[in-house]
């Protein structure tokens, strides 16, 4: 596939590829173009001069719900064929892929109607006249996503520019470059102007240095870990270019004694292990109070052992194979460190014998917080039970990190809900439940997790400035 600069396909400047493997085979899928130092200015110049020009910016906010709720109807109309490139691409279970290009439709439905409803403010100012603020797009937004949810974290990030009238230039990451690209395709299909859409795949080193210390960009908006978030802030800094950051985590599932934990045990592996554990909301740590710990962890194995770990293509797969060899033998490796530090490895951890990069679900038992597996994002499927003594052990236990993006808990007791709930340091927090995610509602992180807020309303507020118009009666 090529390139798509300013939304016409094309090969790289200087013809440069990239290959794409399939994870559950580990062969060669796809060959992408793979853009350099040329196409990034070749899109950034499409993209500024689409903006400047105000072809979308200036469209009624209306007329530019209609083309996104098109985008949406496009989505859905070719659902099974993007579900299926998703999951051969990502590695993910069918099932799990129909659902996310279910959701990235329904991002786009939301911003279709969020479009003409950023409203401004009027100020009752001491000056005789009235103040008015005013809310204006951004300009020319670089959004850089990773391989783990390729589609879904892109329409995080592309709706919401584009219901505010700015162009997007879309870096999907080097492993999973071809959602995005079907995605570029439908945005020009359904009506975006051609200049106000780019899609660059292409190693991050280069085209996401240039993107992001290019002072015509207006805009980074970056998912992925937290030390590639750190340097695009530093980067940016030499521009002040507006930046949000979704980045790493190591999220807690807290579960006390007086809560249903026999439910908890049945659902939250699938909190640590969808995806196969490369997920930024992974409960990756499990706090389990001590007079329920063994029986706790007994239950949660029974259910881990039983999860369907397959080909992403067959319909009864929970659980495929990881993106890569390299990011499973990361897994592979913490599993080591684990056994070195004291920690008991209850189940998983083995290979199949497959050329595919599986790896079967670990659960890690009699874990110290301190652990490095209990401090690290692995961001594979490994599972570490932590017991905990009281009310305070399990609060200091869950803020004991420096990650703070999402979370659960899990008690009957209502007091206990909204006082741990509080007192936990996380972007997201769910009580009975460990659902992080919902289109409407705002998505982000605290400390190394990030910096702002996606999804619902407050991803506006990325994609705009904010202007205060004075008009005088005088
Ligand atoms: P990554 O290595 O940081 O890469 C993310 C994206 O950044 C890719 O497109 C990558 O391109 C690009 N990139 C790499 N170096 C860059 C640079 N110097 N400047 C600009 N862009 C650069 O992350 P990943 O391994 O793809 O994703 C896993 C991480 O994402 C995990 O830490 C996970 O927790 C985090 N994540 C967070 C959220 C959230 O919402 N908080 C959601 C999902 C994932 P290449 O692919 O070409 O290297």
């Known amino acids: ?60 906010a209306t007329d530019r719900g209609r083309v996104l709720l098109r ?52 100020i009752p100012v001491q000056d005789a ?14 959004l850089i996503v990773p391989w783990n949810f390729p589609l879904l974290i892109t329409t995080w990030k592309t709706a919401p520019a584009l219901a505010c009238g700015n162009s997007v230039i879309i870096k ?16 020009v299909e359904a009506g975006v102007p051609e200049g106000c859409v780019s899609v660059l795949p292409g190693p991050g080193r280069i085209i996401g240095d240039a993107l992001v210390s290019d002072p015509r960009v207006d805009k980074i908006g970056f998912t992925g870990e937290t030390t590639t978030g750190a340097s695009i802030l530093r980067a940016s800094s030499e521009n002040i270019t507006r930046v949000s950051l979704e980045l790493g985590g190591k999220s807690a599932c807290v579960v006390f004694a007086d809560s249903d934990w026999e439910k908890s045990a049945a659902s939250t592996p699938m909190a640590v292990f969808a995806n196969t554990g490369q997920d930024c909301c992974a409960r990756s740590r499990i706090v389990v109070e001590a007079s329920i710990y063994d029986d706790f962890v007994a239950a949660f194995t029974r259910t881990t052992e039983a999860l369907r770990v397959g080909a992403p293509l067959e319909e009864t797969t929970e659980i495929g194979p990881m993106i890569s060899a390299a990011q499973r033998q990361v897994s592979l490796d913490y599993l080591d460190i684990a056994a070195a530090e004291g920690a008991e490895q209850v189940t998983g951890g083995v290979i199949p014998d497959d050329p595919g990069f599986y790896l ?115």
């Open 1 to 60: 596939m090529d390139l798509l600069i300013g939304g016409i396909a094309r090969p790289a400047h200087d013809g440069a590829t990239l290959r794409v493997l399939e994870p559950a085979t580990a062969a060669e899928f796809a060959t992408v173009a793979s853009g350099g130092q040329n196409d990034v200015d070749a899109a950034i110049r499409a993209a500024r001069t689409s903006f400047d020009s105000g072809v979308w910016a200036n469209r009624s």
């Open 71 to 122: 985008v949406a109807a496009l989505i859905r109309d070719r659902s099974e064929q993007i579900a299926t490139l998703e999951a051969r691409n990502a590695g993910k279970p069918i099932g799990d892929a129909r659902w996310e290009v279910n959701a990235a439709a329904d991002v786009f439905e939301y911003y279709a109607g969020a479009a003409n409803k950023i409203f401004g403010e009027t």
């Open 129 to 142: 006249g009235i103040d008015m603020v005013l809310r204006e797009p951004v300009g020319v937004c670089a």
């Open 172 to 187: 999907p990451a080097s492993l999973t470059p071809l959602s995005a690209l079907k995605l570029g395709e439908i945005l």
């Open 360 to 474: 079967t679900p670990a659960v890690l038992a009699h874990v110290d917080n301190s652990m490095r597996v209990a401090q690290e994002e692995i961001f594979g499927p490994v599972a570490s039970i932590i017991p905990f003594r009281d009310e305070a052990d399990a609060i200091r236990i869950a803020n004991d990190t420096p990650y703070g993006l999402s979370g659960s808990l899990w008690t009957r007791d209502l007091g206990r809900a909204v006082r741990v709930a509080k007192a936990i340091r996380t972007g997201v927090i769910s009580v009975n439940t460990n659902r992080s995610v919902r289109t409407e509602a705002p998505f982000g992180g605290y400390k190394h997790s990030g910096l702002g807020r996606e999804l619902g309303m407050h991803a506006m507020n990325h994609y705009t400035e904010v202007k205060n118009l004075f008009l005088s009666s005088e």
